[in-house]
């Protein structure tokens, strides 16, 4: 079966610019997820969504965060303006379960902000 | 909300020596504890995760326990080969709480 899909898979901005990033999970999978992932560190949950409904978006800097999930399938995540503390890789993972089942992880994007 | 701590943050083992990797949860409602192998520039994937109703999980190689009681849980891998070598991230959720992961363990396999 086809896995996570992300893209693009790398991405250079400037600070105060915008980006976004998109992702396809595999198909029939309810749940989405997109976490941060900084060098050296553990993926930090921003946003999750169970179809196309926000579980949870307590981590997600909304002031200059926003994720959406039309139609409950592909999902954007959008910074605007991008710091430089944005940079990082963005994993996007979908599961059949809520929060009890394998993720299943994309290759990722990775952000660097100049 | 929860909050997961892994030990250590480096780990150097021997080939064919045993590893293990441990993790403390705070939230008691927690029933599900994914670990995930990350190697170099690739994506996290699940190697082996136990549910609260089993204390112990083995799959070849790789072990995991269980402790709900003292809320911590740990991987153990027997017999480390050099493709071993790896970040591994342990991870706790349940069905009406986020999946929070660890910060990692960088295992290095010394030939």
């Known amino acids: 079966e086809a896995g996570v899909a992300q893209s693009p898979r790398y991405k250079i901005i400037e600070k105060r610019q915008s980006v976004a990033f998109w992702c396809n999970p595999i198909s029939g999978h309810a749940t989405l997820y997109w976490y941060q992932q900084i060098l050296g560190q553990g993926p930090k949950l921003l946003i999750q969504?169970?179809?196309?409904?926000?579980?949870?978006d307590s981590q997600l800097p909304k002031d200059r965060f926003s994720a959406e999930r039309l139609k409950g399938v592909d999902s954007t995540l959008k910074i605007q303006p991008a710091k430089l503390e944005d940079s990082a890789v963005y994993l996007c993972?979908?599961?059949?379960?809520?929060?009890?089942?394998?993720?299943?992880f994309g290759e990722g994007s990775r952000l660097t902000v100049l | 909300g929860e909050n997961v701590e892994q030990h250590p943050s480096t780990l150097s083992v021997q080939e064919g020596d045993s590893a293990v990797i441990k993790c403390t949860y705070s939230d008691s409602a927690s029933n599900y504890f994914p670990w995930y192998k990350q190697e170099l520039g690739k994506r996290p994937q699940l190697i082996i995760d136990i549910r609260s109703n089993v204390g112990e999980k083995k799959d070849q190689r790789i072990a995991v326990t269980l402790n709900k009681t003292a809320k911590h849980f740990s991987l153990h891998i027997t017999e480390t080969q050099p493709e071993d070598s790896a970040v591994y991230f342990c991870a706790a959720g349940s069905s009406a709480s986020k999946i929070i992961f660890g910060s990692g363990t960088r295992l290095s396999i010394r030939p």
């Open positions: 993972a979908s599961s059949w379960d809520l929060n009890t089942g394998e993720l299943f």
């Open positions: 969504f169970q179809n196309n409904g926000v579980v949870d």
